[in-house]
């Protein structure tokens, strides 16, 4: 509430006296019936209605203004708004970029979960392995150069060459898709990075294009 001038409409940012708390609000407005010792029959406490329209990834709030309203015995309190600087504004929009890129790539991580999420922890562990194996193996066709495929080949009673291409094929199939999410991935963070304004940048959908 605001203390007004009930003759001037002088308005005054002050604290409502104790002595007149617990008072209903349109007891408030016009206090000519309060005793003469308080000294407040000529002031009133009139309710605010806050103005305060401005862009905060743009602008900043300076001051206020006060404008008495005689007819509905309200008081206009209007924020004095002046833009941001150029080094905030670049701040906030370098934030919001943080943020959103931190998002993009939580989500590429968990469509990395969600296609791994039936294979075993070591068994993903020893992919690299496999495919380097099989990869040598191919090269050379010598079984020293897959040691491991050999074990492996040997406990399936597969032939090892049996083996090398289903390694080849699982890892082919692996491969694509991961290339396919960080390709994803890094076009939405290449599309956020030239984005130039922080409204820009919440409002960009990352949930498009992945493969999954």
Same mark, same amino acid.
């Not at 990834?57 to 309203?69: F, P, R, S, V």
């Not at 370098?94 to 922890?121: F, G, H, N, W």
């Not at 939405?188 to 820009?200: F, G, Q, R, V, Y």
């Given at each position: ?18 002595? %007149? ?16 010792? %308080? ?85 993903? /562990? ?5 495919? /380097? ?26 032939? %090892? ?7 080849? /094929? ?24 030239? %984005? ?17």
């Amino acid at each position: 509430m605001r203390k007004v001038n009930l003759t001037t409409l002088e308005t005054f940012n002050e604290p409502l006296p104790s002595s %007149l708390r617990g008072l209903l609000p349109e007891s408030l407005v016009d206090l000519s019936w309060s005793p003469p010792e %308080l000294g407040l029959t000529e002031f009133g406490w009139w309710p605010i209605i806050i103005v305060d329209y401005h862009n905060p990834d743009l602008e900043q709030i300076t001051g206020w203004t006060d404008q008495a309203n005689p007819e509905d015995k309200t008081v206009t309190v209007t924020a004095i708004i002046d833009p941001l600087p150029a080094e905030t504004i670049a701040q906030i929009v370098a934030d919001a970029k943080t943020v959103k890129s931190r998002e993009c790539d939580l989500l590429a991580k968990s469509k990395r979960e969600q296609l791994t999420a039936t294979i075993a922890p070591g068994e993903m /562990a020893s992919w690299p392995i496999k495919r /380097a194996e099989a990869l040598a193996y191919q090269s050379t066709g010598q079984a020293t150069d897959a040691p491991n495929l050999v074990v492996e080949a040997d406990a399936r009673e597969i032939p %090892l060459e049996v083996l090398v291409d289903k390694v080849m /094929a699982k890892a082919a199939q692996l491969s694509y898709i991961e290339a396919h999410l960080a390709g994803i991935n890094g076009k939405h963070n290449d599309a956020i990075a030239l %984005l130039t304004t922080a409204a820009a940048v919440r409002d960009y959908d990352i949930t498009t294009g992945w493969p999954m």
